[in-house]
């Protein structure tokens, strides 16, 4: 009966072990949140074509309006992505539009949390951040009266 009783208290202590070292080695935004984010973009008129890049100029991704793609919220360790979408359509104007990722508000759980190994965990992860669901633009007419 001992050995049993020895073996259930050394279970349960591994088990509360193991939640803590979970708890800790995790952060707030790791947990609750994610790092990559879907973005619908949308134009009125639809049927635009929309090419979105990085901050480097790399195309990240292209469809037509509307459409959605799943875009990471980080560019590196504390630094979030920044995404630029162009759309165009033929007798409108092309029209751009920045995304920035802004500061996800879980990140702020670790410090009332106590979890202040997330403070380092959600930057490496990139939960720290996160993007704006949406991306819309109205596109303008082409004035045809100007002549080239």
């Known amino acids: 009966m001992g050995k049993t009783q020895n073996f259930i208290k050394a279970t349960k202590l591994l088990q509360m072990a193991a939640m803590a070292a979970l708890f800790i080695m995790t952060g707030c935004a790791s947990i609750v949140s994610k790092s990559n ?3 619908s973009f949308k134009s009125d008129p639809p049927g635009a074509e929309v090419v979105v890049t990085d901050n480097m100029g790399n195309e990240v991704d292209r469809g037509t309006t509307p459409v959605i793609f799943t875009l990471k919220s ?3 360790f504390f ?3 920044t995404y630029y979408a162009e759309f165009k359509l033929n007798d409108y104007q092309v029209s751009k539009k920045g995304i920035h990722a802004d500061v996800n508000g879980w990140y702020f759980g670790n410090i009332f949390f106590g979890g202040f190994i997330g403070l380092l965990v959600d930057p490496m992860t990139g939960a720290m951040w ?6 819309s633009v109205n596109l303008s007419k082409v004035d045809s009266s100007i002549v080239k």
């Open 37 to 39: 984010w879907p973005v």
């Open 74 to 76: 980080s560019d590196g």
């Open 79 to 81: 630094s979030g992505a």
């Open 130 to 135: 996160k993007l704006q669901p949406i991306c």
